[in-house]
């Protein structure tokens, strides 16, 4: 089992920033790829960042130029840094990690989620 601890979240204007963390612990294996999914409300859950332990990230097109993930793996901690918030970052964000099982297939953990308010 894996557990996801997330940090970081609150309320801001538009123009602000906020950084978020997420802290994975429990049976962690390698490679594996953390990243951040948001839901708005009325909205499916979408991606928002990720990256893989290696260093490979991934960004919505939405975000790329505003958000920067990185990543610690000697601390197993994710980092969302945002930027130029606008009210459409408004959301629950939640951390995701998961990882591949030759045998099982893909193990995937979600945080309990991270409330963001962006206001214009």
């Known amino acids: 089992q894996v557990q996801l601890v997330e940090s970081g979240g609150g309320s801001v204007q538009a123009g602000g920033s906020l950084r978020l963390s997420c802290t994975a612990s429990g049976s962690i294996f390698s490679p594996n790829t953390m990243g951040w999914y948001r839901q708005a409300p009325g909205k499916q859950r979408e991606l928002v960042a990720s990256?893989?332990?290696?260093?490979?990230?991934n960004y919505a097109d939405s975000v790329k130029g505003r958000i920067t993930i990185s990543r610690d793996n000697a601390k197993n901690t994710v980092y969302l840094q945002m930027n130029s918030l606008i009210h459409e970052d408004t959301a629950v964000y939640y951390c995701?990690?998961?990882?591949?099982?030759?045998?099982?297939?893909?193990?995937?953990?979600w945080g309990q989620g991270t409330q963001v308010n962006v206001s214009s």
């Open positions: 995701n990690y998961y990882f591949i099982n030759r045998y099982f297939g893909k193990n995937e953990y």
């Open positions: 990256i893989s332990n290696s260093g490979t990230t």
